[in-house]
């Protein structure tokens, strides 16, 4: 069984930044991708970004392009989720997301096995 933890949501004003972490029970970024989703209230969950095992990204949505970026230290097992510029519409619980041993990066969610908790992230001033 794996693990995913995700961490570094809260409250940020308009425009400002966070960084959030999804730490993994093991090994698996170098033979799996990892991505991220968020869920906004009252809204379905929807993809932000995927990194494939190469390193490969992919943005599942032209909301975040240029605002969001997708990292990964597969030594400490862990893939950042670097958010800028955020607003409003960026409320939402974020999720990390992966199936261990699927290289490429999957836009449908039923193809993910393994999920974290989410952590909630609002933009409000």
């Known amino acids: 069984q794996f693990q995913f933890v995700e961490s570094g949501g809260g409250l940020v004003q308009p425009g400002g930044s966070l960084t959030l972490t999804c730490t993994i029970s093991?090994?698996?970024?170098?033979?799996?991708?990892i991505s991220w989703f968020r869920q906004a209230p009252g809204k379905e969950r929807e993809g932000v970004l995927c990194?494939?095992?190469?390193?490969?990204?992919?943005n599942y949505g032209d909301s975040v392009e240029g605002r969001f970026t997708i990292s990964r230290d597969n030594a400490r097992k862990t893939v950042y989720l670097q958010m800028s510029g955020l607003q409003p519409d960026d409320t939402a619980v974020y999720f990390c997301?992966?199936?261990?041993?699927?290289?490429?990066?999957?836009?449908?969610?039923?193809?993910?096995?393994?999920w974290g908790q989410g952590t909630q992230v609002t933009v409000s001033s």
């Open positions: 997301a992966s199936t261990p041993g699927r290289r490429d990066c999957r836009r449908d969610q039923s193809d993910y096995v393994f």
């Open positions: 990194m494939s095992s190469s390193g490969e990204v992919t």
């Open positions: 093991a090994f698996i970024l170098d033979y799996s991708a």
